[in-house]
């Protein structure tokens, strides 16, 4: 048994009254446990019997090489073929369309459009890009643009108004 004083910090964040309590230290055993100890251990904890069990998931490439050699005529059952011959590679080329599970060929899509560097470059400084309800994201370039345009519009405003309204009061001395 030992003594300790605690502290509590209350809703707003400060220390609450320092108290003096007692503390039951945690029981412990220096070394390691036997065998039955383990058990007795591993029986009783709550996650008893979940992880004991191996499950072998067929994989995201046994399916995909499934459907592939299903789409090509190559095999009848992709999945088992995919089991029996894991280290298989890939065709070189994959068909335009994989067919969906339970449906017919999926449509293909239209080609997407290749952009170069500059192309990107130049959209990320200048240009804004489309978003999906028909508004355009300005670039970096353009808010640049208008960040600095705000500033000295500020600026100029603020140096008129000062010298309009110097003229009109009068400077006091």
């Known amino acids: 048994m030992g003594e300790a004083l605690v502290s509590f910090l209350d809703e707003k964040g400060r220390p609450g009254i320092t108290e003096r309590v007692l503390i039951v230290p945690p029981i412990s055993q220096i070394g390691p446990i036997t065998r039955e100890e383990r058990k007795k251990l591993i029986d009783n904890s709550i996650v008893a019997g979940v992880y004991e069990k191996t499950l072998d998931r067929e994989s995201a490439y046994e399916i995909i090489k499934g459907r592939v050699e299903n789409g090509t ?94 003229s009109i009061l009068g400077k006091r001395r």
């Open 73 to 166: 005529g190559q095999a009848s059952s992709g999945s088992d073929a995919a089991k029996t011959n894991p280290g298989t590679p890939l065709p070189p080329t994959l068909p335009p369309t994989l067919p969906k599970s339970g449906s017919g060929p999926a449509p293909s899509a239209p080609p997407a459009e290749e952009s170069g560097f500059l192309d990107k470059i130049g959209g990320m400084l200048g240009g804004g890009t489309a978003t999906g309800k028909g508004r355009t994201r300005e670039g970096v370039g353009e808010a640049m643009a208008k960040s600095a345009a705000r500033a000295i519009g500020s600026q100029v405003g603020r140096e008129i108004l000062r010298g309009v309204l110097g």
